[in-house]
């Protein structure tokens, strides 16, 4: 079972593994797509956000940001018409997730790396909001 820390909202999301229904609000992305597991880490200065992306590549990888609410889609290429499928239990189909951005995250320094299917998008927080040590000084 995923948990998710509540700590000043930097994000939400929700954590159940399903297949979007694209009859409800997503018309516009044609064939199958399913939400992703994904992990949050937190630490003083960034939140991560770790996603398995299995078949997805680079090139077919899009992150989008807008009105506070961080998009990622990833599309899985078809596998080729002249294959017979002898057992299959893996669906194929794209990838889609929604994450709402708090006022936390410093939306202007938002990276995100790709490796063996496996996305990191790492959320640096807003410095106002990291913490810091004040000095005392005597006189």
Do not use: C
């Not at 992990?39 to 299995?54: F, K, M, S």
């Not at 080729?80 to 889609?96: A, D, N, Q, T």
């Amino acid at each position: 079972m995923a948990t998710k820390k509540d700590a000043g909202r930097e994000m939400t999301t929700t954590s159940s593994k399903q297949e979007i229904d694209v009859s409800q609000g997503e018309p516009t992305f044609e064939g199958r797509y399913y939400n992703f597991p994904s992990d949050i880490i937190e630490d003083d200065t960034t939140v991560t956000v770790v996603a398995d992306l299995p078949g997805v590549s680079s090139q077919t990888l899009e992150i989008d940001l807008r009105d506070n609410t961080l998009t990622i889609l990833g599309r899985v290429e078809p596998v080729p018409g002249s294959w017979r499928p002898m057992h299959s239990e893996y669906e194929i189909g794209g990838y889609l997730r929604r994450f709402n951005l708090g006022p936390a995250i410093d939306q202007e320094k938002i990276k995100a790396t790709m490796h063996d299917g496996v996305l990191h998008l790492v959320l640096a927080k807003a410095d106002r909001l990291r913490p810091r040590k004040i000095e005392v000084r005597t006189n």
